[in-house]
């Protein structure tokens, strides 16, 4: 499986908050999802079908504006002759924006990966699911369980939980039956360990090679087997290489393998957030120095040092909600433009034309999301883009310090 880059995972959250925020007065939010394998022609004979059944809806605003959102996909998937590479989603309907009114909207997204299932879902908000499982399963770990008598490997992919295989040894007990000599005894008992854990060793690096975005292994028992399986280095070195952590738990079956992700939850988050903390310390370490300061934040500024190519690594809080929008003046044709906060089409009001003084509000020529335009800003000069969640020291500072721009110059600036 491909991995998302950290830019398509934010785009992809941004579009669902938005879907997620559509609410139908009724049953009249089409969503569809159609997978790259299903033919055009096929699509469109569902949707025929799914318009005359519509028409039987008793409700007659409810009836006229599935109609037309059905109508609409229709259109929209005129211009298609195949599925884009990873299919394409459509999510159609007149939303609710208070006091009984609706306005129609439509969205068409390619997904950053594929869609699996052709779905068709007709209900009061977007069925947004399967898009928002593609974000969660791109974390994937593997899950070990082992000691002296069962061993089960599994892989945590986002939230799921998956069992992959469970086998059981027949290593006797530690203590023999009468009749045998006891040392001998223990000899077979550890000649059978051993062979135990090198089938598991072999099954387990097996598994966990096949998966190519394995982000790490973790380790779990309840005895000190665990301990001892890997540091006799039974798993592949390759794989050994991977593991995070060795936990306790109850259990090596099944239910082990929740135990060991419960276990393990605090360390996940730490891994996910040290990246981000490790580059937020960089950067605070610079922005303390009197002199040579590679810090510079604030939106003015990092716009002037990335125009001028002197950004390295160019540091955005996920959290900053702005937006940049052009603006034209329609009578003198000026341009220029400005960043706005939380903007929506509904509350943000151009202003007049600063060069002419016309009264009229500006025209809106096009709008972007602050983090997609620093970002193609930063890479444009092959700078390294950093998105920072909130939730550690670090992110909250960047966000309320320094409101969630900030970057390490390449070599300091006079600004
Ligand atoms: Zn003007």
Redesign the pocket.
Known sequence: MVELTQRQKYDLKRQLEELKACKGKHTELISLYVPPSKQISDVTAYLKNELSQSQNIKSKTTRKNVLSAIESIMSRLRQFKAPPENGVVFFVGHKSIGSDQTTMVAFVIEPPLPISIFLYRCDSQFFTEPLENMMKEQDIYGLFLIDRRECTIGMLRGNRVNTLKYMTSQVPGKHGRGGQSQRRFERLTEIAAHEWFVRCGETASEIFQEEKNLKGILVGGSGPTKNYFVDEGYLHYEIQEKIIDIFDTGYTDEFGLRELVDNASGTLTNLRISQEKKIMKRFLREVTKAEESLAIYGEAQVRKALTMGAIDVLLLSEDIRKYRVMLR??????TMEKTVDEYSEETFEPP???????Q?P?EIVKKIDIIDELSDMAESTSATVQLISQGSEEGDSLYKAFSGIAGILRYPLDL
């Open positions: 003046c329609t009578s003198c044709e000026y007049g034309c600063p060069h002419c003084k016309s009229l500006m």
